[in-house]
């Protein structure tokens, strides 16, 4: 079999997966970083706080400050990694009420449940307004200086 034109060896380039979607691509089909509104997509992340049930949102706040194995089991990691993130200078209040609302609000809510016996479920909002009020009493923590001794390496 002779090599070289009309044996198959030629082919078309291929548009990226990516680039068929309409997300643009580097020069030469190469793929990029997508491009795309940074503030319009955390307002889509964030649910409003419209109708948020304050009584329990406080109760567990409460809740979560008093129980120290909670607060030192996942509060304290929290605490490390916005610390370290404020350092380098990539800390983004958003994102931080994001990462709280999604992974340590269910975490106090289920510690809430087993320690009360009933079976209360933070909706969206309430979330949302939990994460919040963490964040806030984080960031004014931080600005005092009081969390820099977790950045201290042994």
Known sequence: ???????????????HALAS???KTGSKGKVGKPIFDRGKMKQAMLPSMEGAD???????????????????W??????KFYTRLRKRGTYDHDLAVQGIMNNYVPNIMKRYNKENGCDLRADKATAR????DWVKEFEAEAELGNYDYLLEKN
Do not use: C, Y
Not at 1 to 15: I, K, S, T, Y
Not at 74 to 79: D, L, N, T, Y
Not at 129 to 132: P, R
């Open 1 to 15: 079999m002779v090599q070289g034109e009309g044996a198959g060896w030629h082919r078309e380039p291929q548009r």
């Open 21 to 23: 979607r309409g997300i």
């Open 54 to 72: 304050e009584v329990l949102a406080h109760d567990a706040a409460l809740f979560e400050q008093n129980t120290r194995e909670l607060r030192d």
């Open 74 to 79: 996942q509060g304290k990691s929290f605490q």
């Open 129 to 132: 307004m939990m994460a919040e």
